[in-house]
């Protein structure tokens, strides 16, 4: 019982590692104490089946199994994954033979704990990587739509400000680059969220609250989809709206109401 007992913790131990390194030291750190063994070293591979290795732990300390010298002392296993792959290999030193190999299910036991934990790790350190990627893409992203939205929104500041000059602008025309322009601060909105995925993933993400008048916030949900809705011939209105403000984050409240009309819209026929 005992000896199943620290198999057990042992077994749950070795899955503390978080790197290659760290895994392995825990390994040969604790097959060592497990085995009584004078030192225990544990080895990753370079990849599956291919024992080129990356990577060596080694845990030294006493054992009175037998005189260190004694060649006859040494045991080794395979750690071999879940679809059957070599990732690498546990090494006991300095260890009573017979008794290591008395039981022959507790070394394997926990020669497969070893193995599953190099297994998590390699998908640990593949889904970082996968992350990292995805966060730089998003960052060239939100780089590159910056300059032509910038663009965008200058060339309606300028064409408003040239309408209002000229006396008796059409209020249609106004309108119009106005909600370009509003337009163009929604997709500046879009481009931070892409920044947000990132912080989420870093836990720093933040919502901010603040007081929101629930009618601005409606207001402007319908007005973004309001040259859309005109386009396929869908009338857009707002109703009367109590006087209430609300605590939440703006921007993303608005978000909420702006996905809820563009379904609408994508499923409203023309003349709706």
Known sequence: MRTLEALVESCLRVHGGRTVDAALQLVAEEARRLFDARSASAEAFASPGHQAVI??????????????????????RDLVGARGQLLGRLTLRGVDVDAALSDATVLQTFARAAASCLESVAWLRVATEATKARDDVLAILAHDLR????????????????LRSEGTPRADDVAVVERMARAC?????????????ARMDAG????????????????GALDAATMTAGAAGITVRLGAVPDVRVMADRPRLREVFSNLVGNALRFTPGGG
């Open 185 to 197: 601060e929604g997709m500046e909105s879009l481009i931070a969220e892409l920044l947000d995925v």
């Open 55 to 76: 990577s060596v732990a080694r845990a030294d300390g006493p054992s009175t199994a037998c005189g260190p010298d004694d060649a006859g002392t040494l045991v080794t």
């Open 204 to 219: 720093c993400f933040a919502v901010i609250v603040a007081p929101a008048a629930v009618a601005d916030v409606l207001a």
């Open 147 to 162: 300059s032509p939205l910038g663009t965008v929104s200058l060339g309606a500041r300028m064409l408003r400000d040239s």
